[in-house]
């Protein structure tokens, strides 16, 4: 069974720390990860990360993928409180009818000024 | 990124009756899904919706409950049937482009039953 574990759960940190957040994974016939901040409701898309050791950027966010280890870290810089959100994981497998998104449990970021 | 829009965008509704959640996509979506978030936890894949014809419907789901329809490449509706108040969650449409792995959501629909 295809498995995403995000870590950790949950982080408090202060305004101008540096953040990384965690995601493994277990998955067969893996196609590409992809993460997402959600704030209220709707999942707002990031990343999506497809070749191990490019790291892909954007503003103070940066993530990257391990395929060999099967991990992708994001990494947020110089937090600020509108950084609080919860952070998803997301495997995209290809299956015989397709493909589709697994979630991991998703980390808990809050952002103290 | 493509725009997904969903209504409504709250609902509280009694025990035992149904609702229709719609989704609109623009024209460079051709993969939709319906999510379900419950409190506290991640996204739960319902199905996938398939233009024209039934949905394919995940482990766990069934159309009898969640009968999904998509009459056109760019909408389609869930209905969450004979509703519980263990079905009080967000539920989430989700669109992709057949080219791109890129999915987006729309904006959820908060359901609480009662």
């Known amino acids: 069974e295809d498995k995403v574990v995000q870590s950790p759960l949950s982080l408090v940190v202060h305004e101008g720390d540096t953040v990384t957040l965690n995601c493994s994974y277990e998955?067969?016939?893996?196609?590409?990860l992809l993460w997402y901040k959600q704030e209220k409701k709707a999942p707002t898309f990031l990343f999506m990360l497809?070749?191990?050791?490019i790291e892909k950027k954007s503003g103070r966010l940066s993530s990257i993928l391990d395929k060999k280890e099967l991990f992708s870290i994001l990494n947020i810089t110089a937090t600020q409180t509108g950084d609080s959100a919860v952070y998803l994981c997301?495997?995209?497998?290809?299956?015989?009818?397709?493909?589709?998104?697994?979630f991991g449990e998703g980390t808990q970021l809050t952002v103290n000024p | 990124s493509a725009v997904i829009s969903q209504k409504p965008s709250r609902d509280i509704c009694q025990r035992g009756t149904s609702l229709t959640i719609q989704c609109q996509v623009d024209?460079?979506?051709?993969?939709m899904f319906w999510y379900r978030q419950q409190p506290g936890q991640s996204l739960t894949l319902i199905a996938t919706?398939?233009?024209?014809?039934?949905?394919?419907?995940e482990s766990g789901f069934v159309i009898d409950k969640f009968p999904i329809s998509r009459p056109n490449l760019t909408f389609s509706t869930l209905t969450v049937s004979n509703m519980s108040p263990e079905d009080s969650s967000i539920y989430l449409c989700?669109?992709?482009?057949?080219?791109?792995?890129?999915?987006?959501f729309g904006p959820g629909t908060r359901l609480l039953v009662l």
């Open positions: 919706a398939n233009q024209g014809s039934e949905a394919t419907y």
């Open positions: 024209s460079q979506v051709t993969m």
């Open positions: 998955v067969t016939n893996f196609r590409s």
């Open positions: 997301a495997l995209r497998v290809l299956e015989t009818s397709g493909s589709r998104l697994t």
């Open positions: 497809t070749s191990s050791g």
């Open positions: 989700s669109g992709g482009r057949g080219s791109s792995e890129t999915q987006y």
